[in-house]
């Protein structure tokens, strides 16, 4: 089984889909042992199963949408004991919620600086998630 990387955000919609895809597509690209998934905290924030926002930058990428999983998903404990690396997209954010949901693991995992709508633009933060993703590729791959 390939090592995983566990992206987690608020709704499962936006930030760790957009990610997770990237993820993927690059992962799969460099032939890298290597899976993304993602999840969320609070996957009752959002209506729908992924932001157009998503779907239309992973448009512009090439990135084909079978990179992110068919659905919003909850997060459990079982996602991170079968995770290697655990990515949440906002300290400012997550944080909180991971201390009060699982907090034997807020300190486990490593925290993100992009902000959700409408703190941060999709034009601002895709390019910045998507940076971030070929940075971890890059050191997953030395």
């Not at 690209?29 to 899976?35: E, G, H, T, V």
């Not at 996957?43 to 068919?70: D, P």
């Not at 997060?75 to 034997?104: G, Y």
Request: proline residues 4%; hydrophobic residues 45%.
């Amino acid at each position: 089984m390939a090592n995983q990387v566990l992206f987690i955000c608020t709704g499962n919609f936006y930030r760790s889909r957009f990610a997770e895809a990237v993820f993927n597509h690059l992962a799969e690209a460099r032939k890298l042992s290597w899976r993304g998934f993602s999840r969320g905290l609070a996957i009752h924030w959002a209506n729908g199963c992924l932001s157009s926002f998503v779907a239309e930058g992973l448009e512009a990428r090439g990135i084909e949408r079978r990179h992110t999983g068919a659905d919003r998903v909850q997060l459990t404990v079982s996602d991170f004991e079968s995770s290697t690396i655990r990515i949440a997209l906002s300290r400012k954010e997550h944080l909180p919620m991971m201390r009060s949901q699982f907090p034997s693991w807020a300190d486990k995992i490593h925290y993100w600086e992009i902000e959700d709508l409408p703190q941060t633009s999709p034009e601002i933060a895709l390019p910045a998630i998507e940076l971030k993703v070929i940075e971890l590729i890059g050191h997953l791959a030395s």
